[in-house]
């Protein structure tokens, strides 16, 4: 326990002060600032928000592996679909695909990794007798009420001094952006 003290420690250098005056409910259909667009070719791919969205996703990774891996055996994945097995309840494989935005054999790896270590089961779906219906153990579910608080004692600290619901905002606006963009490329 006192590990997780020590790792939910904040220190002052960890927080940097958000800017003067934020706009964060700005109209969508707002026609966009090209002025704060950025310029390429000046080197700095900071400047870039899907390169910030890109470090965010891959420091919270780094920053999950690092802590879940040692203590409970847990890569990135496993621990997505403990946490959607935990959170959603039993489901098939393509559902959980889908829950964790992982590619189904990268899911099934993860998965067969957790049924040899007891932690989650399978059976055939009832509605279809082709598809496999995943569950959490009953060791599952206690990993999984384990580490709930320690989750979410992780996200207090991410989000600490920040607005939840402007943070949520802000990512299911960003989220949803990206993805129209897969569909519906702005160039081509």
């Known amino acids: ?15 940097k002060s958000p800017p003067q005056n934020p ?5 969508a ?13 000046r080197g700095d791919l900071d400047q870039f928000t899907v390169v910030k969205i890109a470090r965010l996703g891959m420091a919270r990774e780094l920053a999950t592996a690092s802590f879940f ?9 496993e621990l997505k679909v ?3 097995l935990g959170v959603g309840g039993a489901m098939t ?3 959980l695909s889908r829950e964790t935005r992982l590619d189904k054999a990268w899911v099934s790896r993860s998965v067969y990794g957790l049924i040899d270590r007891g932690i989650v089961t399978k059976s055939a779906a009832p509605d279809d007798g082709r598809a496999v219906l995943l569950k959490l153990t009953r060791k599952g579910a206690k990993l999984m009420k384990e580490i709930g608080p320690i989750l979410a004692e992780r996200e207090k600290r991410l989000l600490l001094g920040l607005d939840k619901q402007h943070v949520n905002w802000l990512l299911d606006t960003l989220l949803t952006r990206l993805e129209g ?3 519906n490329p702005p160039f081509g």
């Open 1 to 15: 326990m006192q590990e997780i003290c020590e790792f939910m420690t904040i220190r002052k250098s960890d927080m």
């Open 181 to 183: 963009m897969r569909d």
């Open 93 to 95: 494989m393509g559902r």
């Open 23 to 27: 706009e964060p409910h700005r109209n």
């Open 82 to 84: 403990l946490i959607s």
């Open 69 to 77: 891996e040692p203590r409970y055996g847990l890569k990135n994945a």
């Open 29 to 41: 259909d707002a026609e966009a600032d090209t002025s704060a667009q950025p310029a390429f070719g």
